[in-house]
């Protein structure tokens, strides 16, 4: 089973914080990405890693900005958070490109 | 750019049904598919993950099919049950970006 964690799993905060989410593997998986979707609606990609020091952006225009410093970790950032912000922030791994993605169990946030 | 529909949005059938969930791209140059399935406020399953090069998968009561040629994948769900209820996402895999998504078909299953 795929080891891919997200914290936190649930997040309400006030306009203009800044917040970070956490995503990590432990599958030594060079790529990982950031999906965000709103309720009821499609995933779409917001950014993505090919490795350390590699981050590049999706498809979908994000305020957020992310780093890769370890291969483990790909944190997500909002400088500040906004209620247009409010979503659901998928995060995922694979090894070699085309093979399976493995998903986190995501993270909802909800900026008042 | 690459666009991924699935029909029906949303499919209600009773257990013990069979059924079939659709899924299109506009984009064949594809290096592989992949469906998903989503339960309320969880992440992503992955179910199935079809190469370019296969034209089915099979996973206990699922069976997935893909035509590239036509821009088609069919996900099959033999006797379905309740435990089955939830969205079902499908995807495409361009080679060196990350998936593509349907809108996904919300599929509930009546006891």
């Known amino acids: 089973e795929a080891d891919i964690y997200q914290t936190p799993r649930y997040l309400v905060i006030g306009t203009g914080k800044k917040i970070t989410l956490e995503c990590s593997q432990t599958m030594g998986h060079d790529k990982m990405y950031w999906y965000q979707q709103d309720p009821g609606m499609e995933l779409h990609l917001i950014h993505y890693s090919y490795g350390v020091n590699s981050t590049e952006k999706g498809d979908l225009s994000s305020e957020s900005t992310v780093s890769r410093i370890r291969t483990e970790h790909f944190p997500l950032t909002l400088e500040s958070a906004r209620p247009s912000h409010t979503s659901q922030y998928l995060c995922a791994s694979s090894p070699p490109p085309g093979d399976t993605q493995y998903f986190g169990p995501g993270t909802r946030l909800t900026v008042l | 750019k690459q666009e991924v529909t699935q029909i029906p949005a949303a499919l209600s059938v009773p257990e013990g049904e069979n059924l079939v969930l659709n899924c299109s791209f506009t984009?064949?140059?594809?290096?592989?598919l992949q469906w998903f399935r989503q339960d309320p406020g969880k992440g992503l399953t992955s179910l199935l993950l079809i190469q370019s090069s296969q034209r089915e998968q099979t996973s206990g009561r699922l069976n997935a099919s893909l035509d590239k040629s036509s821009g088609r994948s069919t996900l099959y769900i033999a006797a379905s049950q309740p435990g089955d209820s939830a969205t079902y996402l499908c995807?495409?895999?361009?080679?060196?970006?990350?998936?593509?998504f349907g809108s996904g078909t919300r599929l509930q299953v009546q006891p």
């Open positions: 984009d064949s140059a594809i290096y592989n």
């Open positions: 995807a495409v895999i361009p080679g060196r970006r990350a998936l593509t």
